[in-house]
């Protein structure tokens, strides 16, 4: 019987490899398939749908035209006109300005002689689709219907690429407007020069939210300049090159030989030798180069793996994680060199300098993001606001091509700092960084003064004193860190006792921070929790009283005790999300979006406050409320952002909470457990290893935990260490739909 069975298998198998077998493609899906780029171009999201590359230099992405709050980036969804496609544009501020070096292609001759006085009134601005307009990491593609040309833009780091391909026999043409402004922006000074029969070049010196961008450039053109017109304040100039306050030149080209014209844009801080230099233009390779790009963004994505069966929330994720890795920006030139405020050029030796610092926001969740994914990358942006501290001998707050902007409140740069040594990044003069954050913090400027005398910021005194106050405190604590790491007691001792001004502010009564006077006695009356007044003649900073109230990250132990223990503060806190979403006053501030009560997710000082329950014995009300902001705050349409996305932070959450970390206080080193999302997240980690995190049966009703282990060992804690996770290993949770109160207690 055996020597049968050996036959028959045989015959079958011999039959089997005669048959001939037909090899279907197996479609396979990329991580750039699951980034929506329009997501946040809706809404009060304020991000740009135009193409980069991480971290890099350029932005070049559509402009609307249109100056208003929610055009900050040059570009809104609900828009379906353009003027031009500009090389440096923000993601999801709240203040406009950049959409600088524009460019126009058009297919007829237009008169640059007159100056807009509205979008309505620009000659070669053209209607679109979004039926024809698609995006993807790193690349851009529009058709421009009033022209008849099709779009594309990608990037390298320092290069800009653009594709027009025009109909067969029309004009080719490309406006070049340097007069152009949106928002803040004002232009000052703008030249350009015809260098070749390829090549113009020129600089638009501005003044606006940064007050002195100067912006140098190159741009090398496919096919030779046929003829060109240049215009200096509206007048034609007969010369070869055009210098005022406002530029604009209208460049032809052969139409003879190919309906497709290249571009190639590169930028510089210092000067236009530097934007040459700076400049990959050896080929016109543009699906080489689009491809490139992508490559950069697929290793860029696959710091963190996901896996889950719902599609939309790997759109979401891996669209918060593109958005996490847009800013800050490359500053510094293939050389090093950039330029400061002061007009001083700085070279940045054995590091890449960056700026669009927006650390009011960043500091709390992108900053701590790219510790796990990019600690190389972190050393180089703290050895970038060492090189700003030079300028005036005070850290960053808020820097913008260069320029100290003193936008927002705090000096979040030491938390960033700080955090960084004590998660080992050791990139950057320890020492010199802590002369700076001491110094920082004993300066008179932004209210300092009336800190020191008083212990807080009498409310008499500055505007926003309750948020500053809160604030400083925090960034004394950290400056109290880096002292006690680097032994210098003293000042351990001074910077301690400094960050508990939390306390002068407390009201026991009401069970809120408030603003007091100088007296130490007397608060703010009358007084409403609920009551806005934007940024002016108020106590708290783009809030009210029931946002702003939780800002004690580093001390949340003591702010438990102020308010008389786990019972009064989690009954408090709760409150917090199930008020009336009631926002009282006559100038409410537009960044209070994303209310659920009175938590306002659109805006950064809420993000830390759901995670507090942890430390008062209530993870589960942790677990409960991260999982419906996630589930509420996010989604994957154009307005899938609740609040401006702030250049990283608004995404940061989402990709921190949903793999179930959150840095309640990131200079800590430690990472609060919510609730994970995912059955599966691999982080993959810089130095080789994985720190997986696995969340048995979960699903969108089975969000809270109800045990964990670590490395196959019992886990009962609410918080994780940095050091724990570059370690490797699997973070095992079990979810179900009911609350364990025993766990993490």
Aim: a negative charge; charged letters at 20%.
């Amino acid at each position: 019987m055996k020597t049968i069975y050996v036959l028959v298998f045989s015959l079958i198998f011999i039959m089997g490899c005669n048959k001939k077998t037909e090899h279907k493609p197996i479609k396979t899906t990329s991580l750039l398939d699951y980034v929506d780029p329009f997501i946040g171009t809706g809404g009060h999201g304020h991000t740009y749908p135009g193409a980069t590359v991480p971290f890099g230099m350029l932005q070049v992405s559509p402009v609307n035209g249109i100056s208003a709050w929610d055009w900050c980036s040059g570009y809104h969804y609900s828009d379906s006109i353009a003027i031009g496609f500009s090389h440096l544009n923000l993601s999801g501020t709240g203040i406009g300005d950049l959409a600088d070096i524009l460019f126009m292609p058009v297919n007829k001759e237009v008169d640059l002689s007159i100056n807009p006085i509205s979008r309505d009134s620009i000659s070669y601005k053209s209607a679109y689709n979004h039926n024809n307009e698609k995006v993807s990491p790193g690349y851009y593609q529009v058709f421009l219907e009033d022209h008849n040309i099709n779009v594309e833009l990608t990037t390298s780091k320092r290069t800009a690429s653009h594709k027009y391909t025009f109909n067969q026999d029309d004009i080719q043409s490309v406006v070049i407007n340097l007069g152009f402004a949106i928002n803040w922006d004002k232009a000052l000074e703008t030249s350009i020069k015809i260098e070749d029969k390829y090549t113009i070049s020129g600089y638009r010196f501005s003044t606006g939210w940064a007050k002195n961008q100067k912006v140098f450039f190159v741009a090398k053109f496919s096919k030779p300049i046929a003829n060109y017109k240049l215009y200096e304040d509206g007048k034609l100039s007969n010369k070869d090159f055009a210098e005022s306050t406002k530029t604009s030149s209208q460049l032809f080209f052969n139409a003879d030989d190919s309906n497709e014209l290249h571009a190639k844009v590169a930028l510089s801080s210092v000067s236009v030798e530097n934007a040459k230099a700076n400049l990959e233009a050896d080929t016109f390779n543009f699906e080489a180069e689009k491809l490139e790009a992508e490559n950069i963004w697929d290793k860029a994505l696959s710091h963190i793996i996901v896996e889950t069966p719902v599609d939309s929330l790997k759109t979401i994720f891996y669209t918060a994680m593109y958005h996490a890795q847009l800013a800050p920006v490359t500053f510094s030139d293939k050389n090093g060199q950039f330029r400061l405020e002061n007009d001083s050029i700085v070279t940045a030796k054995n590091y890449t300098a960056y700026s669009t610092l927006s650390l009011w926001d960043t500091f709390r969740a992108q900053h701590p993001l790219l510790t796990l994914m990019e600690p190389d990358r972190v050393s180089d942006m703290v050895n970038s606001m060492l090189a700003y501290y030079e300028t005036k001998k005070i850290l960053p707050v808020w820097t913008l091509y260069g320029n100290e902007t003193n936008t927002m409140t705090g000096y979040h740069s030491i938390p960033v700092i700080v955090e960084a040594y004590k998660k080992g990044i050791r990139g950057f003069d320890a020492e010199k960084a802590f002369e700076a954050m001491k110094n920082t913090m004993t300066q008179d400027e932004r209210g300092l003064i009336n800190y020191k005398k008083y212990g807080y910021i009498p409310y008499t005194l500055i505007d926003e004193s309750v948020t500053i106050t809160l604030e400083y405190a925090y960034n004394d604590w950290c400056v109290a860190e880096m002292a006690k790491a680097l032994g210098k007691d003293d000042d351990y001792q001074f910077f301690l006792n400094r960050s508990k001004a939390y306390a002068y502010l407390f009201d026991n009564e009401t069970g809120f921070m408030r603003g007091k006077s100088e007296d130490g006695k007397s608060w703010n009356e009358p007084f409403d929790p609920k009551h806005s007044n934007h940024r002016e003649q108020t106590d708290y900073t783009e809030g009210n009283a029931w946002q702003h109230s939780w800002f004690v990250p580093h001390a949340v132990t003591d702010l438990i005790g102020l308010h008389g223990g786990n019972e009064t503060f989690t009954k408090r806190l709760e409150q917090l999300f199930t008020e009336s979403s009631e926002i009282t006053g006559d100038n409410i501030s537009a960044d209070i979006t994303g209310l659920i009560g009175q938590y306002a997710h659109g805006n950064e000082p809420s993000h830390h406050i759901a995670y507090m329950f942890n430390h008062a014995n209530q993870p589960w009300r942790t677990q409960y409320w991260a999982r419906h902001i996630m589930d509420t705050q996010y989604n994957t349409t154009p307005n899938g952002l609740s609040g401006n996305e702030d250049c990283g932070q608004m995404s940061a959450w989402y990709v921190l909470s949903s793999v179930g970390l959150y840095p309640m206080n990131p200079a800590s080193g430690d990472y609060e457990i919510g609730t994970p999302i995912f059955e599966k997240s691999t982080i993959n980690l810089p130095n080789g290893k994985t720190f997986i995190i696995k969340a048995e049966n979960v699903s969108d009703k089975n969000f809270y935990i109800q045990s964990a282990t670590l490395n196959g060992k019992v886990f009962n804690t609410t918080n994780i260490s940095h050091e724990e996770i570059l370690n490797g290993g699997t973070l095992h949770f079990v979810m179900g739909p009911e609350p364990n109160k025993n766990w993490g207690i």
